[in-house]
């Protein structure tokens, strides 16, 4: 039985979505959350990948994080809005997963060359383990 509500027991396929420029206009770094802006018809897709049963995973580079551009309250205040507003629309994501990381991070902790910084699969293996999803029937 899957633990996650929205995700079948069954082994199915899942979709993963990058967040800026797929889900939200692409505006270089998000330092406030007024500047976190749905693209039309996201909302739509979303809902019908949900319509079909499709876990749908957000995946996200945030190397702002790592850079000292914006604290981990204003990510977290970001993706609450995106949820507000997909719920809006009768959509939801499964789960998001972030890479903080970056090899010149300003910011120590995240100072690190890792293995879920995209293109790698880090983010992906994570979100497969931890929703119980079945890696060879995710769709990339």
Known sequence: ?????????????????DRDGTINEQMGYINHSCRFILLPGAAEAIRRLNEAELPVIVITNQSGLARGYFPEELLT?????????????GAHVDGIYICPHHPEAKE???RITCDCRKPRPGLVLRAAAELGLDPPGLLW
């Open 77 to 89: 205040e970001v993706h609450e809005k995106m949820n507000r507003l997909l719920a809006l629309e």
């Open 1 to 17: 039985m899957s633990t996650h509500p929205h995700i079948p027991s069954k082994t199915k396929p899942a979709v993963f979505l």
């Open 108 to 110: 120590v902790q995240f």
